[in-house]
């Protein structure tokens, strides 16, 4: 075929079908406000974290940390001009904790909602989006986020109605089975609305003939249409006097559209005076530069700026001195400059 015939057919097809469609790729991401979570998301300490326009899955077992990271997601979407949405199928949602950890609970900003079904759930979330887009309610480069706590919890309108004693196996199956058309719809709805959709879920076992192995709630739908899968658990942290203060969060991403898959980070959360949770981002990342070779260390010292310090010490001096971003710089290095 010559170029000339090559070219009037390419003619053709295009006046019948169109051209390509645009190609979308992963460009604009809210920071998850840990630079490691960050990287082992999007590849990227800085300018990286959730990506716009997606569907990502957070699993874990009860309080291990899920609605603190997604609630810590939200203060950064709102940092950047964004709309935060919760769907709370779960009823557990503390708002007053929320707006402790620093959280605008004010509309347009905030939405919170309590529906009674899957579907009223999902199709709250996507109206919001579409308004606010349609609307121009926030700048078009800002990002929205819709947290979904959790798809455990989540009833079937076909259940809804029912009396318990008249559950059966149908209803045992039905999360799995709507929620097999609904993330197709609502994958797309993201895409358009170019907004985050965070789906919190639990873990199941299920007893096997040797080994008991783990599931998720909704079948394996969230496993093909999510971006990004990131399964947390928990060690729990005691004091000196052996008394419980917090616990490690680890997170791995076990399924990655971004990236290399089953990479791994830590963050420790404590409870402060007040009895509020809080993630220790400085102390997480010094474990994280000591790991990664980045920080030099001689028995329970730490070098940092040529001088030696306890990690206790080094902590609080970043802390007063405001030193976070150099520690994510030198994370970003190979190594610390001298």
Known sequence: MTKETTKDAVAILEKEIGPNSEIYGFDKFIDT??????????????????????????????????????????????KLGGVAIFIDWERSFSIKLAQD??????????????????????????????????????????????????????????????????????????????ASTTLKVMNQRAWKTNATFVYLNQVRTVPGAYVPTTSTPGGKAMEYQSSVRLFVSKKKLVDKEKK????????????????????????????????????????????ELIAQDKLETSGAWIVFDGKKYYKSQLVQKVNEEGLYQKLCDILENDKQEA
Not at 38 to 52: A, T, V
Not at 161 to 176: C, F, Q, R, V, W
Request: with cysteine; net charge negative.
């Open 101 to 178: 950890l620093g959280l605008n609970i004010e509309r347009p900003y905030f939405f919170y909602f309590t529906p009674d079904t899957w579907e009223a759930g999902n199709m709250i979330a996507t109206k919001i989006c579409a308004i606010i887009r349609e609307k121009k309610i926030i700048d078009e480069s800002a990002p929205i986020i819709s947290i979904f706590d959790s798809m455990a919890s989540a009833v079937p309108a076909q259940s809804i109605s029912k009396e318990i004693d008249a559950y059966g196996m149908n209803d045992t199956t039905a999360l799995a089975r709507v």
């Open 33 to 78: 406000g840990y630079a490691p979570l960050n990287k082992i998301i999007s590849n990227k300490y800085k300018d990286g974290g959730l990506p716009y326009g997606r569907i990502i899955e957070i699993v874990g077992e009860s309080s291990s940390g899920k609605t603190l990271l997604a609630t810590k997601f939200m203060i950064e979407v709102q």
């Open 244 to 287: 419980y203060c917090g616990q490690r969060i680890m997170i791995e991403a076990r399924k990655n559209k971004m990236t290399k898959p089953f990479q791994t980070c830590c963050i420790d959360m404590y409870y402060n005076d007040e009895n509020v949770p809080e993630f220790d981002y400085v102390s997480s990342i010094i474990d």
